[in-house]
């Protein structure tokens, strides 16, 4: 439909993505940034720790700005990946589906400028991969890694913590009980928990480098079945609505349960390949329904 040539004329444009195409100095910092706009699809960042989610990845194109979206040095040979909400930078694990490899990756970056896909990688990252062209991917934030890289950075949140108001504390030594263990000079020092901070021997988490190891863990392939998730309600009749909306690609209503709470989801699928998922989130786009994704399921 042409709003939707629209949007992919839109895409082939990086002016449609808030990358830092006018600075030319690096200033590595903590940035989350504005909603930002692919044709008719708008994308709001937020901080996530816990994000696991599955989509389409493809390589990033050859000509990029010279700084990423939150002012470090693009390089195509590091493992890093282009996002289109979450905080930047963020540490994450990438996994495809097809082959069961993955790496853990910087996520510096904003993107994809195609709203068929869920990230855009560098050549290295999918080289480590092997991706060529698109892939099946997961894509799971590591919350302790992602909160210590934030944690260096100018710009990240930090929570305001009152200092406990000093007073006089009046301190006696006694004696230990009967039959305990007494060692003198000993000194036990126990890490505390808290984002960034490892559970094991007290070690703190230190924040990974901006170069990650190449470092490759081969899964099992999974696969997957491609599928258009549309909306989430809390009503069927609303579920009901959507779906009849889109009944030319026979959606389903999904029923789910989380938190105690009854929820009706509307899915298109599974679909055969890659170029008739992209049909169906086009189409649901043309009809009025901005927050359809691919994912795999």
């Known amino acids: 439909m042409r709003g939707l040539a629209a949007a992919a004329a839109a895409v082939a444009l990086f002016g449609c993505q808030p990358r830092s195409d006018v600075q030319s100095k690096p200033d590595p910092h903590f940035v989350l940034g504005p909603a930002w706009r692919v044709g008719p699809i708008w994308h709001y960042p937020r901080e996530s720790y816990d994000l696991n989610e599955t989509g389409l990845a493809e390589t990033m194109p050859a000509r990029h700005p010279p700084l990423t979206s939150n002012g470090e040095v693009?390089?195509?040979?590091?493992?890093?990946?282009?996002?289109?909400?979450?905080?930047?930078?963020?540490i994450a694990r990438i996994t495809n589906l097809d082959n069961g490899r993955s790496v853990m990756v910087r996520?510096?970056?904003?993107?994809?400028?195609?709203?068929?896909?869920?990230?855009?990688?560098?050549?290295?990252?999918?080289?480590?991969?092997?991706?060529?062209?698109?892939?099946?991917?997961?894509?799971?934030?590591?919350?302790?890694?992602?909160?210590?890289?934030a944690d260096t950075l100018p710009g990240a949140p930090h929570l305001a913590v009152a200092a406990v108001p000093r007073a006089v504390v009046e301190v006696a030594e006694l004696p230990p009980p009967p039959g305990a263990l007494q060692r003198s000079g000993a000194t036990i020092t126990r890490g505390m928990g808290g984002p960034g901070v490892g559970t094991g021997a007290?070690?703190?988490?230190?924040?990974?480098?901006?170069?990650?190891?190449?470092?490759?863990?081969?899964?099992?392939?999974?696969?997957?079945?491609?599928?258009?998730?549309?909306?989430?309600?809390?009503?069927?009749?609303?579920?009901?609505?959507?779906?009849?909306?889109?009944?030319?690609?026979h959606p389903v209503i999904v029923s789910l349960i989380e938190n105690r709470t009854h929820f009706f989801r509307v899915e298109i699928g599974p679909l055969p390949d890659v170029r008739q998922a992209e049909n169906a989130l086009d189409q649901a786009f043309a009809a009025g329904i901005p927050d359809a994704r691919i994912v795999v399921d």
């Open 74 to 90: 693009f390089d195509q040979t590091a493992l890093a990946v282009a996002h289109p909400t979450l905080q930047l930078p963020a």
């Open 202 to 249: 007290g070690d703190i988490v230190q924040p990974p480098p901006p170069r990650l190891p190449e470092i490759i863990s081969q899964g099992t392939p999974s696969g997957g079945r491609l599928l258009v998730r549309l909306d989430t309600f809390q009503e069927y009749q609303y579920a009901a609505v959507q779906r009849a909306r889109m009944i030319a690609f």
């Open 107 to 149: 996520i510096n970056d904003r993107g994809s400028g195609n709203p068929h896909r869920l990230v855009e990688v560098t050549q290295r990252t999918a080289t480590l991969l092997g991706i060529s062209g698109v892939a099946r991917v997961r894509l799971q934030v590591l919350a302790n890694e992602s909160h210590a890289v």
